[in-house]
């Protein structure tokens, strides 16, 4: 059989295709005979009939689809050996293909038909078709020989001697045909040990005397052991009369062989294995044909899902046939749930379908020129809605009629977002820079007024109007015009924006006002200028000094306080204290509240010991308690004890947080030396009172004994009567 006498059997419940497929293969393969079938049923008898080299197969027809046709064909001895090819508009429907393999399908070709990818198809499987009809043959050869050996075996038991000597013209007969035959053959014992044909031998480059020696194992491909195994066990189990499977062999060069093998156990009368008989063909080119094939479509489903849009290919309905990963992802769906489904009824909003599946249409219709710009939303599988921007172009089949559209959209919602957002940014901007009561302006490169907001008039005495189209120098005072000049430049060479800067300006009416300045350059496309925000701070200038004169009066009342004043932060560190304060401790130390330690002191009157977090300034930072009239007696840095009144109180905002904390020292020492010095004193005064008062005491007791023996003395002596 030569390609040009090819035979075509054609299934499809479409008339059309069938006219199509039929002018595409005389096209490419002239000479082709095509025969067609309406129906899966009739293309199964004309196959019985035909016995066509390739069977081109549709899928979805009515009644019996192409994989029940296709399953009953394969069953069918007259019809197996037929290669099947089915033929769908389903390229990337994995499901699809994985059920045509299934049902015994040899290849999948997608419509639009690829004329090269067709003939390349149609060539293999003829190929295929001839190896399965020669393998079929050989088969049938061996299937008569061995059903004559095993007649012959039955009258050896009458006749001996015949039976002998027909056997062995029987075993030459087989040699002979084993060792002649085109097909490569192998006789495998269950040891491994192989007997090959010449056939076998050519085909992995050794002498059938150097595969004598070698066993299965020995010429089987490694990741091939486990299959070549499990068919041996199923063979010597029983489990299998006979297998076909795919193998790999390795060639003396080390090359590979890709084959398509039936294999069969032989049994003694006993039952016993004997040898493996196979029948091998060599598809190293088909395979290598359908990887090929496998790594264009790979290759080319690479370029589509690197590209940065989502690529859509809808066939004349309207059914997505292909679509790429950022399609996908843009979707949330796997490929495998868009394919195959309505684009307008699965992925739109309603509220559109019906606008853009007319628009498909006039496309299809080709009422529309391709290349056109359209956005419109999309559904996730979340269901929100994303923003694409299309454009489309028409595919074609081999007469030129619009088969389909193939759109590249990409996913624009984040872009309007933001335009949405920087127009809403821009309406705000306008808003807050009217209202404000600081006055915004812009200017060019070369320092011309383009814009100022509404708050120059009452800064400035002058209307937006007057104050656009004129340089801003002509707003400030003349001696300030280098300044500003020089700030600028210097802002411009450090890449930074100007901040703070301080200038006077001159109103309409000829008057001064200090005005801050803060600005940025701006350089978009070719527009350059600077951006600015100008500040009247007169009063606050004002306020400012009276400020500082303040502070420096405090600072004078700090420095000479007769009694020590510290200050510390929030977190209870010392920051400074006043010189009085120093004079106390004898030193300045700026500690946390951690390092309290250094400072060592005792309450009096208890002389209790002072730990770090014991200390006054510790209780008023924690619990924000104000503490007086603690008497301390402190060991100062210079090494002397003193006498001191300690006091802390907290300083609250007005949520009555912790701002910081003031602590006042009193040195009592001296008074409480004068103290103690007259307290002696007055001890002496009263002991030398008492003293005194006894003796006081004591004097007027004896002055009162002394008087009355005195009025005793005094008294007249009464002697008694004479009467007694």
């Not at 849009?309 to 004349?316: H, N």
Request: charged residues 30%; aromatic residues 6%.
């Amino acid at each position: 059989m030569t390609i040009e006498a090819l035979k075509i059997l054609a299934i499809d419940d479409n008339a059309d295709n069938l006219i199509t497929l039929r002018a595409v293969v005389r096209d490419v393969l002239p000479g082709t005979a095509v025969v067609t079938a309406s129906s899966g049923p009739q293309g199964i008898a004309q196959a019985q009939a035909e016995d066509p080299d390739v069977i081109l197969l549709d899928i979805v027809m009515p009644g019996m689809d192409g994989y029940e046709a296709c399953r009953r064909l394969k069953a069918d001895e007259r019809t197996r050996h037929i290669p099947v090819v089915f033929l769908t508009a389903l390229r990337g429907d994995r499901e699809s293909r994985v059920r045509a393999l299934e049902a015994g399908a040899e290849a999948f070709l997608a419509k639009p038909l690829d004329e090269v990818e067709l003939t390349a198809q149609i060539r293999a499987m003829a190929k295929i078709k001839a190896a399965n009809v020669l393998a079929r043959q050989e088969q049938g050869r061996l299937a008569a020989l061995v059903a004559e050996r095993t007649a012959e075996l039955e009258r050896e038991l009458a006749e001996r001697v015949r039976a002998e000597e027909a056997l062995r013209e029987s075993e030459d007969k087989f040699k002979y045909v084993f060792d002649h035959s085109i097909v490569a053959k192998s006789l495998t014992l269950p040891s491994g040990e192989v007997n090959v044909n010449q056939a076998f031998a050519d085909m992995l480059g050794y002498t059938r005397a150097e595969l004598q020696n070698l066993k299965w194992q020995d010429i089987t491909h490694p990741d091939d052991f486990a299959l070549s195994q499990n068919v041996s066990t199923a063979l010597l189990s029983g489990a299998e009369a006979s297998l076909r499977f795919k193998k790999r062999y390795l060639r003396r060069d080390g090359g590979v062989v890709w084959t398509d093998l039936s294999t069969s156990l032989r049994r003694d009368h006993e039952g016993k294995p004997l040898y493996f008989m196979t029948a091998v063909s060599d598809i190293t080119a088909q395979v290598q044909a359908e990887a090929a094939l496998r790594q264009e479509k790979d290759r080319a489903q690479e370029y589509l899902d690197i590209a940065g849009v989502m690529l859509v290919a809808f066939d004349t309905a309207g059914k997505v046939i292909l679509i790429n990963q950022r399609g996908t992802e843009i979707l949330g769906r796997r490929q495998e749930e868009i394919i195959g489904q309505d684009w307008f009824e699965g992925f739109l909003p309603l509220r559109i379908r019906d606008q853009v599946r007319a628009v498909f249409g006039r496309l299809m219709a080709g009422e529309v020129e391709p290349g056109g710009h359209y956005e419109n939303p999309v559904l996730t599988a979340g269901g929100e809605e994303r923003i694409v921007a299309w454009h489309n172009a028409t595919l074609k089949d081999g007469a030129g009629r619009i088969s389909g559209i193939l759109s590249s959209g990409e996913d624009i919602t984040e872009r309007k977002r933001a335009e949405d957002a920087l127009r809403a940014s821009e309406e705000k901007f306008r808003t807050i820079t009217e209202q404000m009561t600081d006055m915004v302006f812009v200017s060019d490169g070369t320092g011309t007024v383009t814009y100022v907001s509404p708050a120059a008039e009452p800064l400035f005495g002058f209307t937006p109007a007057e104050m656009q189209s004129r340089p801003f120098a002509d707003f400030l005072v003349e001696t300030d015009i280098p300044t500003a000049a020089a700030a600028f430049t210097a802002a411009i060479a450090a890449g930074i924006p100007t901040r703070n800067l301080e200038l006077r300006m001159q109103r309409k009416d000829g008057s001064v006002f200090t005005g801050e300045l803060s600005g940025t350059l701006y350089q978009r496309d070719d527009l350059r200028g600077s951006i600015g925000l100008i500040r009247d701070v007169t009063e606050r200038k004002r306020a400012e000094d009276t400020l500082r004169e303040r502070e420096d009066t405090l600072q004078k009342i700090f420095n000479i306080l007769p009694i020590g004043l510290w200050f510390a932060d929030k977190d209870g560190r010392l920051l400074r204290g006043n010189p009085a304060g120093i004079a106390i401790w004898g030193g300045e130390p700026q500690v946390a509240p951690a390092e309290y330690g250094v400072f060592k002191a005792r309450r009096l009157p208890s002389g209790q010991e002072i730990a770090a977090d014991d200390w006054a300034l510790a209780h008023t930072i924690r619990e924000r308690v104000t503490i007086v009239d603690e008497l301390l007696e402190i060991d100062a840095f210079d090494g002397k004890k003193k006498i001191i009144l300690n006091y802390t109180a907290p300083v609250l905002d007005e949520q009555g947080a912790v701002l910081g904390a003031i602590v006042v020292n009193q040195d009592l020492t001296e008074r409480k030396q004068a103290e103690d010095k007259i307290q002696q004193q007055l001890h002496e005064l009263k002991r030398w009172y008492n003293v005194t008062l006894e003796r006081e005491t004591r004097s007027l007791e004896l002055k009162h004994e002394v008087n009355k023996l005195l009025r005793r003395l005094n008294e007249p002596i009464r002697y008694p009567s004479a009467e007694k």
